[in-house]
Antibody, heavy 120, light 112 residues
Framework: QVTLRESGPALVKPTQTLTLTCTFSGFSLSTSGMCVSWIRQPPGKALEWLALIDWDDDKYYSTSLKTRLTISKDTSKNQVVLTMTNMDPVDTATYYC????????????WGQGTLVTVSS | QSALTQPRSVSGSPGQSVTISCTGTSSDVGGYNYVSWYQQHPGKAPKLMIYDVSKRPSGVPDRFSGSKSGNTASLTISGLQAEDEADYYCCSYAGSYTFHVVFGGGTKLTVL
């Protein structure tokens, strides 16, 4: 059974760095074709792709946010970590981690999401 | 990268069919057969409904179907049911020289 769970602070202050951890089970990120991604959704708005890491440790970032994002994985712990620097109130959103089959670029499993509010 | 274009809202009565369009460019929707569709109920995580343009995951009713023509993909829901009321998002691979995937802006489906 595949599960993903996001964890991290619910509230961060402007200019701070956000660190989110995705802990997953039921699959291995070292399997060829397997990827994990972070996606966010501001309240009442659309989904936005943030970052992706693949089984070969290649990393890809949203062009508009790439200077602020870092994605990494710890295969032994079944975790993927996202850091986002210089947080702003517009970054308030539900942040999801998700499993992707990079052979066909679709998400078959999502975490439940974690709401991050940016406010002083 | 620009989001794929979807209608803000569509509606239909129970039993009817509705189609949601998703328009991109030759660099995403038109260039690859890697279009997927997601259903999202309020407060819930999205759920995969269609992948590879027209394939249905196990457990998704065959009332849901997908297609593509040129730079526009479509999701058709036939025999509308009350539980189909949700937000729907399309998603496409956008190639290895840009950020790899892009979402549509979402469509609110209302079952009248």
């Amino acid at each position: 059974q595949v599960t993903l769970r996001e964890s991290g602070p619910a509230l961060v202050k402007p200019t701070q760095t956000l660190t989110l951890t995705c802990t997953f089970s039921g699959f291995s990120l070292s399997t060829s074709g397997m990827c994990v991604s972070w996606i966010r959704q501001p309240p009442g708005k659309a989904l936005e792709w943030l970052a992706l890491i693949d089984w070969d440790d290649d990393k890809y970032y949203s062009t508009s946010l790439k200077t602020r994002l870092t994605i990494s994985k710890d295969t032994s712990k079944n975790q993927v970590v996202l850091t986002m620097t210089n947080m702003d109130p517009v970054d308030t959103a539900t942040y999801y981690c998700a499993r992707i089959w990079c052979s066909s670029w679709y998400i078959d499993y999502w975490g439940q999401g974690t709401l991050v509010t940016v406010s002083s | 990268q620009s989001a794929l274009t979807q209608p803000r809202s569509v509606s239909g009565s129970p039993g009817q069919s509705v189609t949601i369009s998703c328009t991109g460019t030759s660099s995403d929707v038109g260039g690859y057969n890697y279009v997927s569709w997601y259903q999202q109920h309020p407060g819930k995580a999205p759920k995969l409904m269609i992948y590879d343009v027209s394939k249905r995951p196990s457990g998704v009713p065959d009332r849901f179907s997908g297609s593509k023509s040129g730079n526009t993909a479509s999701l058709t829901i036939s025999g509308l049911q009350a539980e189909d009321e949700a937000d729907y998002y399309c998603c496409s691979y956008a190639g290895s020289y840009t950020f790899h995937v892009v979402f549509g802006g979402g469509t609110k489906l209302t079952v009248l």
